[in-house]
T-cell receptor, first 113, second 117 residues
Framework: GQQLNQSPQSMFIQEGEDVSMNCTSSSIFNTWLWYKQEPGEGPVLLIALYKAGELTSNGRLTAQFGITRKDSFLNISASIPSDVGIYFCAGQFLPSGTYKYIFGTGTRLKVLA | ETGVTQTPRHLVMGMTNKKSLKCEQHLGHNAMYWYKQSAKKPLELMFVYSLEERVENNSVPSRFSPECPNSSHLFLHLHTLQPEDSALYLC????????????????FGPGTRLTVL
């Protein structure tokens, strides 16, 4: 079945550094989503992408929908301590066009002040 | 209360117990979801309800039984669970079901941390 390979699994960075994480798949997706989950909370949507090549920003976050429709990346610029959490990608896949989403295994981010 | 709430937040149960997880959304949404989040595994969609009708059951064992009495409430009834069922169970809601090129943002609750002994 469809799988999302998310990398890296974890990152330890210094405050102020930029962060990059990505998701790849062998299947085509028509929607990519990026979520953040903090301890004791459910995931919160950060960015949604709908078209191949689309580049979307949300504050210090930037995400892109890969041209091949099989990958997406998320960048965080100038990281701050509150960026700590687990970041998940998720994709809605063709051809079903239904409400099923495949989630990545997450990237655990820790920011050192 | 605002958003999506879940109770209890933590639950420990034996394999022979029967318990229920409750989810309530205060957003006026029409669709609700149950997910399972296990350590080091992707979120797994379990059930989807739209306007109180179950529209998706992702091959979930029958020891998990969902119930949606109205569009604001969703339950997950548990019986004769196994230790491997220990996980964080997340509820989510969205205005409507996602469709092709039209994602309806899902709002997640904080989850119920379930431990099966």
């Amino acid at each position: 079945g469809q799988q999302l390979n998310q990398s890296p699994q974890s990152m330890f960075i210094q405050e102020g550094e930029d962060v990059s994480m990505n998701c790849t798949s062998s299947s085509i997706f028509n929607t990519w989503l990026w979520y953040k989950q903090e301890p004791g909370e459910g995931p919160v949507l950060l960015i949604a992408l709908y078209k191949a090549g689309e580049l979307t920003s949300n504050g210090r976050l930037t995400a892109q929908f890969g041209i091949t429709r099989k990958d997406s990346f998320l960048n965080i610029s100038a990281s701050i301590p509150s960026d700590v959490g687990i970041y998940f990608c998720a994709g809605q896949f063709l051809p079903s066009g239904t409400y099923k989403y495949i989630f990545g295994t997450g990237t655990r981010l820790k920011v050192l002040a | 209360e605002t958003g999506v709430t879940q109770t209890p937040r933590h639950l420990v149960m034996g394999m022979t117990n029967k318990k229920s997880l409750k989810c309530e959304q205060h957003l006026g949404h029409n669709a609700m979801y149950w997910y399972k989040q296990s350590a080091k595994k992707p979120l797994e969609l379990m059930f989807v309800y739209s306007l109180e009708e179950r529209v998706e059951n992702n091959s979930v064992p029958s020891r998990f039984s969902p119930e949606c009495p109205n569009s604001s409430h969703l339950f997950l009834h548990l019986h004769t669970l196994q230790p491997e069922d220990s996980a964080l169970y997340l509820c989510a809601s969205s205005q409507d079901l996602p469709r092709l090129a039209a994602y309806n943002e899902q709002f997640f609750g904080p989850g119920t941390r379930l431990t099966v002994l």
